[in-house]
C-alpha cells in the first residue's frame, strides 16, 4: 500500500491468527531450491536496492544528498550469514549492532575495502574526513577513549609488514607505545636487534627507571671457566684543562651510559656521574681490562 503521510509503497504486517503473528518475517525474497541456472558464471541476488544519487536543483534548496541502498531498524540493524554459516538466532539478540556480520573460518564476517576501508567513530566523536585521508589504512577508529582495542588468546592486535612497522604508535605528550603485563615483560621485542630506540636530537636513545631494583638487567650467556685473574692498570683517556675530554652533554644526568668511538675505530665508555648544578653535568670514563679477539 501507499504511505499517505510521506509517500511511496509500504508493507504492512498483521496478526491474525489466535496466538499473535505465525512468521518470524514480513517479507521473503527467495529462488526456488536457492540455485538457478544461468548463462554467464554468476550468482543471483536475492535483493538490490539503491538509493538515489546527488541532485543538484538549480534553485534555493541547493543540492539534494544522496540516499541510501538500504536503511533497517532493529535489534540489530542488519544482520548477515556468509552461506556456510548456520542462523544463531540467541546471537542475534546478544548482539544489537548496527551490522552483525557472521563468516566461517574461510569467510569473514564483515569485509570492507576502501580509502579506508572500514571508518568507526565512538558515539562522542565528531567525524574528521581530514584524519580518514590522511594514508590508505584498512581499518580506521576514532574515539575520546581509545581508537582500536583488541583483546585474544593469542594476541590483542597484530600487525603486519614486509618492508615497514609492524605495529606504530604516535604521541605528542606521552609515549608512542605503551606495554604492561603483571605477570611478564610489559614490551617484549624480538628482532634483529630484538629492540631499538633512537633519542632524537640529545635524548637518551633508552630511559630505564626501577621503584626497587636495578634500572637494567643483562641476563648472561654460559660459558666455560673463566682463567685466571692478574692485578692490572687499565689506561684512562686524560683529561685536564688542557685535555678537557670528549664532547659529552652538559645537560647530561646521572645514570646515563655513552660510548664513543674515535677515528682510529677505538670504542671507549663513559658515564654521567652527577647533574648540572652550578655548572655543566660531570662525566666520568668507565675503565676497562685488557683487549682480547672474539672467537665466537
Not at 504492512?12 to 558464471?41: F, M, S, T
Not at 564483515?110 to 580518514?132: H, I, K, L, N
Request: glycine share 18%; aromatic share 4%; with cysteine.
Amino acid at each position: 500500500m501507499r504511505d499517505p503521510d510521506k509517500g511511496g509503497t509500504i508493507l504492512v504486517a498483521k496478526g491474525g491468527e489466535d496466538n499473535g503473528y505465525g512468521e518470524d518475517h514480513v517479507l521473503r525474497v527467495a529462488i526456488e531450491n536457492d540455485k538457478v541456472l544461468r548463462d554467464v558464471p554468476e550468482g543471483v541476488d536475492a535483493i538490490h536496492a539503491t538509493g538515489t544519487v546527488a541532485l543538484p536543483t538549480g534553485g534555493a534548496i541547493g543540492t539534494i544528498p544522496p540516499g541510501n541502498g538500504l536503511v533497517a531498524t532493529g535489534a540489530n540493524g542488519t544482520v548477515g550469514y556468509v552461506h556456510d554459516a548456520p542462523r544463531d538466532k540467541p546471537q542475534e539478540q546478544q548482539a544489537h549492532a548496527g551490522v552483525l556480520g557472521v563468516g566461517t573460518a574461510a569467510a569473514p564476517g564483515v569485509f570492507g575495502r576502501g580509502t579506508p576501508g572500514v571508518v568507526g567513530y565512538s558515539q562522542d566523536a565528531a567525524r574528521d574526513t581530514a584524519w580518514e585521508a590522511e594514508d590508505p589504512s584498512a581499518v580506521c577508529g576514532r574515539a575520546t577513549g581509545i581508537g582500536v582495542r583488541g583483546k585474544g588468546g593469542d594476541g590483542g592486535v597484530r600487525g603486519e609488514s614486509e618492508n615497514n612497522f609492524g605495529v606504530e604508535g604516535r604521541s605528542t605528550l606521552s609515549s608512542g607505545v605503551r606495554g604492561a603485563s603483571e605477570q611478564s615483560s610489559g614490551v617484549y621485542g624480538e628482532g634483529s636487534p630484538g629492540v631499538f630506540g633512537l633519542g632524537a636530537e640529545t635524548n637518551n636513545g633508552g630511559l630505564f627507571e626501577s621503584e626497587k631494583g636495578a634500572q637494567l638487567r643483562l641476563l648472561p650467556r654460559k660459558t666455560s671457566r673463566l682463567g685466571p685473574t692478574v692485578p692490572t692498570t687499565p689506561e684512562a683517556v686524560v683529561v685536564s684543562e688542557l685535555r678537557r675530554g670528549p664532547g659529552l652533554p652538559k645537560n647530561g644526568h646521572v645514570g646515563e651510559f655513552t660510548a664513543l668511538e674515535d677515528p682510529s675505530g677505538k670504542c671507549t665508555l663513559w658515564f654521567c656521574v652527577s647533574d648540572p648544578g652550578q655548572g655543566p653535568a660531570r662525566w666520568a670514563q668507565v675503565l676497562l681490562g685488557p683487549t682480547f679477539d672474539g672467537r665466537v
